[in-house]
T-cell receptor, first 115, second 113 residues
Framework: GAGVSQSPSNKVTEKGKDVELRCDPI?????LYWYRQSLGQGLEFLIY????????KSGLPSDRFSAERTGGSVSTLTIQRTQQEDSAVYLC?????????????FGSGTRLTVV | DQQVKQNSPSLSVQEGRISILNCDYT??????FLWYKKYPAEGPTFLIS?????DKNEDGRFTVFLNKSAKHLSLHIVPSQPGDSAVYFC????????????FGPGTRLSVLP
């Protein structure tokens, strides 16, 4: 497709369950970013993939969060043992190599609700 | 502590008038600033940027002003149109690439017909 695709668009899960969020970036974009937006907060950086380099995981809030990017394309963000404070909109973005944030293309996000 | 602040969660403006959205930051190392616009159920899209070597950048109805000494920037929309109704995010970074952009919490603009 022409844009960044995220699935599911909405996810309601019970506290303690694991969830997987998927991001399909624009073909050819080497950089992929995960952000989340909690209520009343800005976009919080989570993790950054650039080509085959080791990802920058410095934004992951706890070891319950992990992400992988297979074949330099699709990425999956996994949250284990979800907590209510994990409720947020999770946004994925991709960009060409060494592009500033003016070159990001964001997906429409996954709204995660932990009940 | 938020490094990028947008102290007005919402703003309402009459169609045809000027919209002014404000953003303040705390990190003096920030040199690149962007505004993103987000419609409901869509991802944010890039709107306009400015680097610290300039104090103004204009693109059509949109102008961004930067006051480095005050660590303040603003986005002016003139004239405002109902289609401008969206959430506007300010973002800042010390360098214009990579993952180091810090986003503010956003301001919801409503342009009333």
């Amino acid at each position: 497709g022409a844009g960044v695709s995220q699935s599911p668009s909405n996810k309601v899960t019970e506290k303690g369950k694991d969830v997987e969020l998927r991001c399909d970036p624009i073909s050819g974009h080497t950089a992929l970013y995960w952000y989340r937006q909690s209520l009343g907060q800005g976009l919080e950086f989570l993790i950054y993939f650039q080509g085959n380099s080791a990802p920058d995981k410095s934004g992951l809030p706890s070891d319950r969060f992990s992400a992988e990017r297979t074949g330099g394309s699709v990425s999956t963000l996994t949250i284990q043992r979800t907590q209510q404070e994990d409720s947020a909109v999770y946004l994925c973005a991709s960009s060409p190599y060494r592009t500033g944030a003016d070159g990001y293309t964001f997906g429409s996000g996954t709204r995660l609700t932990v009940v | 502590d938020q490094q990028v602040k947008q102290n007005s969660p919402s703003l309402s403006v009459q169609e045809g008038r000027i919209s002014i959205l404000n953003c303040d930051y705390t990190n003096s190392m920030f040199d690149y600033f962007l505004w993103y616009k987000k419609y409901p159920a869509e991802g944010p899209t890039f709107l306009i940027s400015i680097s610290s070597i300039k104090d103004k950048n204009e693109d059509g109805r949109f102008t961004v002003f930067l006051n480095k000494s005050a660590k303040h920037l603003s986005l002016h929309i003139v004239p405002s149109q109902p289609g401008d109704s969206a959430v506007y995010f300010c973002a800042a970074s010390a360098e214009n690439y990579g993952q180091n952009f810090v986003f503010g919490p956003g301001t919801r603009l409503s342009v009333l017909p």
